[in-house]
């Protein structure tokens, strides 16, 4: 009977989230569809809901203890939305959706399945929309960043090159390195990708840190790299062949990930080796 009274609990809660936060949850799938930078978005429910899913044999073992602090977690999330009703933004309201989803969880079932779903929280927040003033911040650093990366390249190739801010000027003609470059397109997805990936293979916790980590950088370079195709001329930098040309890095990158995991998993069968 507890068990019972317990689930329809928990569904009732849902029901409540999916009511109160509709609104922020249509606000979020349209800028999934409408910003190229948040296209995976739509990925990362069902990529989540697979991780569950697969986990369910490890998490209905665990005990079931409630934490008031859930209720704590709940009212800091509902202030968050006030918030974001009179002016804060999606971003806060998106925020304050997952909040309340970790707050249910640990109203109803406890910590321990909190620290469980510890992963699938991480990865929510590939869905919440991007911050504005941090996005503002970071987009012009990361163009002069791909242009210069890009200047680089082209020079090492024996092109002859002129910089000039976030300009090109390459054999005679030259390429505006816009906003659309800043390289978010790439870092976003492959990060989200880098720890599923390593969810995937069994990694340990630091092992999908150190992929994370290492898709900044990979990232940044392959931007640069694709901005460096780009100025080879004018038909690479738009239309089919550039959308292609991106695809073509993108899958480059996610070879070199894999490759990456495979020698941490080796580093990782090292130690446990060392340590027995």
């Known amino acids: 009977m507890l068990r019972v009274t317990r689930r329809v609990t928990i569904s009732l809660a849902a029901l409540a989230l999916l009511i109160c936060y509709a609104s922020t949850l249509r606000g979020m799938a349209n ?3 409408t910003d190229e930078d948040m296209g995976y978005g739509f990925i990362v429910p069902i990529v989540i809901a697979w991780i569950v899913w697969n986990e369910r044999a490890r998490w209905r073992k665990l005990p079931i203890q409630g934490s008031a602090w859930g209720f704590a977690v709940l009212a800091a999330a509902a202030c968050l939305q006030v918030a974001s009703a009179f002016g804060a933004g999606l971003f806060a309201a998106s925020v304050a ?7 249910v969880v640990l109203a109803t079932l406890g910590f321990a399945w909190l620290r469980a779903w510890a992963l699938p929280f991480v990865l929510m927040l590939f869905m919440l929309p991007k911050l504005a003033v941090v996005y503002n911040q970071i987009t012009l650093p990361l163009q002069l960043l791909a242009t210069r ?3 680089g390249m082209l020079s090492i190739g024996g092109f002859m090159v002129i910089r000039d801010g976030n300009i090109l000027n390459v054999a005679g003609h030259s390429i505006s390195v816009v906003e659309a470059c800043n390289g978010i397109r790439y870092l976003l997805p492959l990060a989200f990708l880098a720890l599923v990936f390593a969810y995937a293979g069994g990694a340990k916790v630091w092992i999908r840190f150190v992929m994370a980590v290492a898709a900044i950088p990979i990232a940044i370079i392959a931007n640069a790299i694709r901005v460096a195709f780009s100025g080879l001329s004018p038909a690479l930098t738009s239309g089919t062949v550039h959308a292609v040309l991106g695809t073509v890095i993108f899958l480059m990158c996610l070879g070199l990930l894999a490759g ?3 020698l941490l998993a080796r580093l990782q069968v090292t130690i446990g080796v060392a340590k027995n």
């Open 260 to 262: 990456i995991y495979h």
């Open 149 to 151: 990366l890009a200047g």
């Open 97 to 103: 959706f997952v909040l309340s989803l970790a707050g």
């Open 31 to 33: 800028q999934w569809w």
